[in-house]
């Protein structure tokens, strides 16, 4: 049975922000700085800018990780590093990092038995790692819930990231089952192809709207993720009510970024 929702969905592209006086003289004065307080962790607070470093295998890299974390913006690591790369990583830091800056760098993971055992490993190996991501591409399969479950009873005392989903009820869902953050959207990323190929997704402005309006009730927190291809999409996505804005093309293409350079 299909269902047609005929209320207007939107998107980045179909709103704009309408001005009102303030008291800054320029923009550049505006603070991002945030400080959050985590649903299922009450002694473990966040503070920093929320822009996120997309776990994309191209832009998720220690090099990334190592400048962000200067400017106090987290980076999701992508998964595809072994044990041995993060355990040389680290060892290779020396005194560049303390342990407040370990807050703006998590490890990202999937949903198989493999993913579980590699990030169990890891987070045994490197203790000042707090924050975990567990990312796929449609989070309304059963077994994602279910190893949300599973990762925030291995890992009580970390904050967990998990999505991606794009309606209040999974996002409630989310949250009730461990998830400190929910990372919201389906299709809307530059390099996405779920739209197209699968026909699933949803506007990224209105799915802010309702999941954040969600999240919040619960005292859970949204992760915007997609979309944004300048900076005014950052600002529309914080004024629907997203707690953190993810983003991948932004930051692709840098010194700091993995893949071919093609000039």
């Given at each position: 049975?299909?269902?047609?929702?005929?209320?207007?969905?939107?998107d980045f592209s179909d709103v704009l922000i309408k001005p009102k006086r303030s008291t800054l003289?320029?923009?550049s004065e505006v603070v991002?700085?945030?400080t959050y307080k985590m649903k299922h962790i009450s002694f473990l607070s966040w503070n920093g800018v929320p822009i996120v470093v997309s776990n994309m295998d191209s832009t998720g890299?220690?090099?990334t990780a190592m400048i962000c974390v200067k400017h106090k913006m987290l980076t999701c690591i992508h998964k595809h590093y072994t044990e041995d790369d993060w355990l040389n990583w680290v060892n290779s830091l020396e005194n560049n990092l303390v342990e407040d800056d370990w807050q703006?760098?998590?490890?990202?993971?999937?949903?198989?038995?493999?993913?579980?055992?590699?990030?169990?490993?890891i987070m045994g190996q490197i203790k000042h790692?707090?924050?975990?991501?567990?990312?796929?591409?449609?989070?309304y399969a059963e077994n994602f819930v279910n190893n949300v479950i599973k990762f925030r009873t291995q890992f009580p005392d970390k904050i967990i990231i998990a999505g991606n989903v794009v309606s209040s009820e999974m996002t409630e869902q989310m949250?009730?089952?461990?998830?400190?953050?929910v990372k919201i959207g389906i299709g809307p990323g530059s390099v996405c192809t779920t739209r197209k190929q699968t026909g699933v997704g949803y506007p990224q402005l209105s799915c802010i709207l309702e999941c954040a309006d969600a999240a919040h009730g619960l005292g859970g927190l949204v992760m915007s993720d997609g979309g944004c291809v300048c900076p005014g999409d950052f600002a529309k996505a914080f004024g629907a009510g997203a707690d953190f804005v993810m983003a991948g093309g932004v930051f692709a293409g840098h010194d700091e970024s993995s893949g071919e350079i093609i000039d």
């Open positions: 049975m299909v269902k047609i929702e005929e209320d207007i969905k939107l003289a320029s923009r991002l700085n945030r890299t220690f090099e703006y760098i998590a490890i990202s993971t999937g949903i198989s038995d493999s993913d579980f055992e590699n990030t169990c490993k790692l707090n924050i975990i991501c567990i990312d796929v591409a449609n989070g949250i009730l089952s461990g998830a400190d953050i």
